[in-house]
C-alpha cells in the first residue's frame, strides 16, 4: 500500500500548492472511478515489487524489489489520476469488427472504470481479471487480463475471445506503457531521482521499450514482447487528459496491431511498420503477452537481450547510411535468417559477408534516397525490422544546405523596416518562403534558437567546406546586419544581443506593415522593448560561434576573410558579454555552449593571453556552481538537453570528473542506441516544436539539435574511453542526426515528427542550425578494432591489406580522424584528408592530404600525442605541411 499512502500526501500538498496548475485543479474535481480506496494487493520477484489495485487490477506500483522506494509508475499522482479517461499499466486499447460490418468499434479499458470481475488463474498467475463489465453486453469480444509471474520477471496477458457466431478482426490493439515521465512540480535533483524516460525499438518481435532513470545509472527496464506482441507501431495516447506540456511528453501504447488506426487518424502517412490486423474465428482465442524485465545497466541492454532469447542488431556505423559509405548489419539470435527483404524493394543493397562465427552478417550499401525498412524473417518465424536513411554522401548534404541556406534563405529586401537585410532568414518549406513575419517574434527575427539558426549553420558550414561566394554573403550579414543592429556596438550595452529584430508595435510603423491574418494578441508578439533585450544568454553562442568562424577563415585560408584578430576578440567579447548582460540564463549551460571552450584555446593559442585568462575566470565560476549542485542541467525549461553539452566539456576543462561523469550518464539516459535511424542517438526534446516548429505540438522529435550537441561530449568521452563501444555508435548516431533529416535539396527541418499520423519533417527551418553546430565542430572519422567485428571505420570505409589498414575519410570536413588501436586524435585547421593508413605493426600512419586550392595553400595539422614526423610546428603548434596539386603525403609514426 505504499504507493497509495505516498499519492494521497502529495494530491494533499499539490491541491493546496500556491503554485498548482488549473488543469490539476479542474482534475482534481473529477470524480474518482479507480477505486484506490478499494485497496490493492502486492507481489515480490527477486527483481520486481508490484502493487495492483483491487478494483480495476491496474498496477498502482511497479519497483526494483533493489529500490522500493522508487516507482517506475506516476505513484504519486495515482489519486489525482484515479478518473475515467486516465491510463494505467495494465490497460488495454481495441478496434474490433464484425467481418459483416464497416465501422471499428473501439473499446478502452481506462475510458470509463468499472470493476473487474476476478478470476481464478493457476500457479503462476498472481491476479486475472474479466474486463466484460467495461465492455458491455453487446461485446462481441470479451478481454481477459492476466498478470503472471515468470522467474524473477512479470508478465502481463491478456485473452481476447470471439464470442460471435462469425469471424472478428481485431484492427488495433494497443497496450499503454504508463511510466512516471510526469516532471510537473519537481526539482531537478528530485527529478533525476523519481522519473524516467523510455524510447522505443519499433522492430516487431524483436522489438522492445527500455526505460530508463533520469540520471542513467543503475538497472534499465525492458519491455519485450513474450506472446504474440509484436510492436508494430507507437501510438501516442493524447486522450489521457494528463496535461502535456514542457513538463510532460505524454504517454504512448505498444501497438501490436494498427491497421484501424492506419485506415483513419493515420490515412495516408507511411508507418515504420507495415499495418496489420488479426482475424478470429467464431469462438476463437487469442493470447498476447509483454514480459516486464531487468537489464543490469544501459550499456548492458543488448546482452541482456541474447540472454532473453532476442534478437539483437548491431548497424555499422549506424542506421543513417550515405550513399559512399558501406555499412555492416551483425544480427545475433538463435536461429538462422530465413529471408531479408527492403523497402522500398531495391533502397538498399544487402549481401551476407563472414565476420564472426556468432553473428549473421551482412553488407549493407545505400541505394535510394529516403526511408528504409530492411525485414529479417528467421526459420523460426521471428520477424525483425530495421530502420535506415540512406542520404547522400556527409559532403553532398552540407554541401547542399549551404548552397540553400544563401540561396533560398537568403533575404535582401533593403527597404525591410526591421532592418534585417542582409542575412539568412527562417524559411517554410511547406510553402517554398522565407518567413518575415509570425506570431512568435524570435522566428523572424535572426535571434532565439529557431531565428538563428539558419545563419548560424551558414557559418558553420563554411568551418567544414569554404565557398567564396557563399563566405561573400555570410560576411556581408556579419559586417551590416549583425553588428551594430542585432549585436549591440556601442554603449554599455556593447557585444550584448539582442532577443528578436522583428517585434510587434503597430503604433511605431506605418500602416499595413503587419500581416492581418496572423493572430498578434499573444505573448510571443513581443514588442520593441523586450525584442531589444540582451537579457538571454542562449542567444549569445550563436554571435560567438559567427566571429569564431571569421576568424577561422582569415586566420587559416587566404583571401576568404581579414582581420583573423578583430573577429577572435569580438568572439572573445561576445562571450564575456554573456556573463556580464545575461547572467541569470548564464548560470546555466548553452547550446552551442563548447564555442566558449574553442574560443579560450584559440586565444591560448595566438597568445592573447589577457583575455583568455579573463575568459577562463569567468568560466570557471560557471564550472564552480554547476560542481555544487547534484544535477546541473537547468535552464528556462525546469528539464532540459541543453545545457549537458557545455556543462561536460567545462567540468572536464576544469578537472571536475566526477561532474562530467554525471552528465555523460544522464545523456545516455535520453539518448539510446537501436536499430532504428529516427531513435538511434537523438537526444530527448519534445517541446521545442512548440517553440522552433511549424506543426507546433508537444511530440518526441527525431533529432533536435539536442542529438548533435549531446554527441560533442559523448563523443569527447568516447575518444577517452576507446574500448567503449557503446560511446560510438551514441556519439556518431548523434553526430549524423544532423544531416538525417536534411532534404536532397538542402532543406534543413528543426526535427521530424515522431507521431504516426506524420511521420515526416517539420515544415520550417526552427532550430536546425544549432545542432549543425555539433556536427561542424565534432565529426569525425573513427577507425577502431572491434574484438568481434575486426577493423570497421564510423564516417568512413576501411579495409586490410596486410598489415596496413586503409581508411577512406567520410565525413564533410575531411578534417578529424581517431585512431582508436593508439588512442590518436588528428585535427586538422586547414587542408583535408582524402584517406588515412595505418600499419598495425610499424606504427606508420600516412594522411593522404587533397591538393592545394586558391585559398588553401597549407595544411595544418595537430595531433594529441607527440610523434616522430619530418614536418615542424609553426608559432601554433600545428604541423604545417605545404600543399602541392594533386595529392600529398604526411607521414607520422606513433611511438
Known sequence: MKSIFRSLILAALIGNSATAQSPWERIAKMPSTLGVEKGSKSFKTSDFYLEILNSSHTAAAFSPVKDTIFDYTPDE???LRDKDGFYHLGDINIRYKKISEKEWTSFSSAKKRVDVLPLSGGKSVIAASDLGPALGENSSISVKRFWELEGKNIV???????????????????????????????????????????????????????????????????????????????NPLNDDPTPRSIVFEGFHEWMIHSKAHAENEWKGVEQWNEPTSAILKA??????????????????????????????????????????????????????????????????????????????????????????????????????????????SQEEVVKDLGNFLTTKQWFDDKDDPFGR???????????????TQEQRAWYAGLSDEAGAASWLAAFMKQALIQDKGEIEKIKRFANETLWGKLQYSEGPKKYGVKKSMFYYEPDSLPKGTYREDINWNVWSAWKKKEADSPGRSYNYPHVAAAHWVLYKLARNHEGLAENWKQHLENAFHTSIAMVRLAPHYAQFGQMEGTVFLLILEDLKREGILDMANEL??????????????????????????????????????????????????????????????????????????????????????????????????????????????????????????????????????????????????????????????????NSGTYIVKHPEFG????????????????TEVTTAGKNRIFLAPEKVWITLEAGRVSTVKYNTKTKEVELVLEGANEHTKNALVQINREVKTSATKDERGFYKVELSEGENLFKLRLY
Open 156 to 234: 502481463l496477458r491478456f485473452e481476447i475471445s470471439n464470442l460471435s457466431k462469425e469471424e472478428v478482426e481485431i484492427g488495433s490493439l494497443g497496450i499503454p506503457m504508463i511510466f512516471n515521465n510526469i516532471l510537473q512540480d519537481k526539482k531537478l535533483d528530485d527529478a533525476h531521482m523519481d522519473n524516467v524516460f523510455f524510447d522505443p525499438y519499433i522492430g516487431k518481435d524483436a522489438g522492445y521499450i527500455q526505460v530508463n532513470r533520469l540520471h542513467g545509472k543503475g538497472q534499465s527496464l525492458l519491455v519485450l514482447p513474450h506472446l504474440n506482441a509484436s510492436f508494430e507501431a507507437y
Open 616 to 777: 577562463e575566470a569567468a568560466m570557471k565560476q560557471r564550472a564552480d556552481h554547476w560542481k555544487s549542485l547534484g544535477y546541473p542541467f537547468g535552464s528556462e525549461m525546469p528539464w532540459d538537453s541543453t545545457g549537458q553539452e557545455e556543462v561536460y566539456m567545462w567540468s572536464k576543462y576544469f578537472g571536475n570528473h566526477d561532474k562530467a561523469d554525471v552528465t555523460l550518464n544522464a545523456i545516455l539516459a535520453y539518448m539510446p542506441t537501436l536499430p532504428h535511424w529516427g531513435y538511434n542517438g537523438s537526444a530527448r526534446r519534445y517541446w521545442d516544436f512548440v517553440y522552433g516548429g511549424k506543426l507546433s505540438r508537444i511530440e518526441r522529435q527525431l533529432h533536435h539539435y539536442g542529438s548533435a550537441l549531446n554527441s560533442i561530449p559523448v563523443s569527447d568521452a568516447y575518444r577517452e574511453n576507446p574500448n567503449d563501444f557503446y560511446l560510438l555508435r551514441v556519439g556518431h548516431a548523434g553526430a549524423m542526426g544532423a544531416l538525417a533529416n536534411v532534404t536532397q535539396d538542402g532543406f534543413g527541418p528543426a526535427a521530424f515528427h515522431s507521431y504516426p499520423s506524420t511521420l515526416a519533417n517539420d515544415g520550417i527551418t526552427g532550430d536546425y542550425g544549432s545542432g549543425f553546430f555539433g556536427y561542424a565542430v
Open 77 to 79: 499522482r495515482l489519486k
Open 791 to 806: 577493423y570497421v571505420a564510423f564516417s568512413g570505409n576501411a579495409k586490410k591489406e596486410g598489415d596496413w589498414v586503409i
Open 421 to 435: 537585410a542582409p542575412s539568412i532568414i527562417t524559411y517554410d518549406y511547406e510553402e517554398q518562403r522565407q518567413v
Open 283 to 392: 469462438g476463437e482465442k487469442r493470447q498476447y503477452a509483454l514480459k516486464f524485465v531487468f537489464a543490469p545497466s544501459i550499456r548492458e541492454i543488448e546482452s541482456q537481450l541474447e540472454k532473453e532469447k532476442r534478437p539483437v542488431a548491431i548497424g555499422i556505423p549506424g542506421y543513417v547510411l550515405p550513399f559512399n559509405e558501406v555499412g555492416a548489419l551483425h544480427l545475433k539470435y538463435g536461429k538462422k535468417v530465413q529471408s531479408i527483404e527492403v523497402h522500398p524493394a531495391g533502397s538498399l543493397a544487402i549481401s551476407p559477408k563472414s565476420v564472426n562465427a556468432k553473428w549473421q552478417s551482412y553488407e549493407v550499401i545505400g541505394k535510394v534516397w529516403g526511408r528504409s525498412r530492411v525485414t529479417v524473417k528467421y526459420k523460426d518465424g521471428t520477424v525483425q525490422t530495421i530502420h535506415y536513411k540512406v542520404i547522400k
